[in-house]
């Protein structure tokens, strides 16, 4: 059974950064390509970062230059940090893993940035 669990999310100012953590289990992960999305209230969830089996990370636009995914392969788990947060960028985020036979969630963690 797949289990990815979310970590690092809270309460942080704008202009702020956080470091959210997935650590999978029950895939073989090396062969996982890894995504993290977000959805706000009222909203569609949506992508924000993937990096692939291989290591090549990508972003959406709105986050590109701020946040940076990164997997440890050897940790089972892949890191999202988060920097100059905004007030959009408050959400659930999700981590989301990917292979030929799975495609499974974790439970999301709370990102909230006020001041």
């Known amino acids: 059974q797949v289990q990815l669990v979310e970590s690092g999310g809270g309460l942080v100012q704008p202009g702020g950064s956080l470091r959210l953590s997935c650590a999978a289990s029950?895939?073989?992960?090396?062969?996982?390509?890894m995504g993290w999305y977000r959805q706000a209230p009222g909203k569609r969830r949506e992508l924000v970062a993937s990096?692939?089996?291989?290591?090549?990370?990508n972003y959406a636009g709105c986050v590109k230059g701020r946040f940076t995914n990164s997997r440890n392969n050897a940790k089972n788990t892949v890191y999202l940090q988060m920097n100059s947060l905004k007030a959009e960028d408050m959400a659930v985020y999700y981590c989301?893993?990917?292979?030929?036979?799975?495609?499974?969630w974790g439970q999301g963690t709370q990102v909230t940035v006020s001041s």
């Open positions: 989301n893993a990917k292979t030929r036979i799975h495609d499974d």
């Open positions: 029950g895939i073989i992960f090396s062969i996982a390509d």
């Open positions: 990096i692939s089996r291989g290591g090549t990370p």
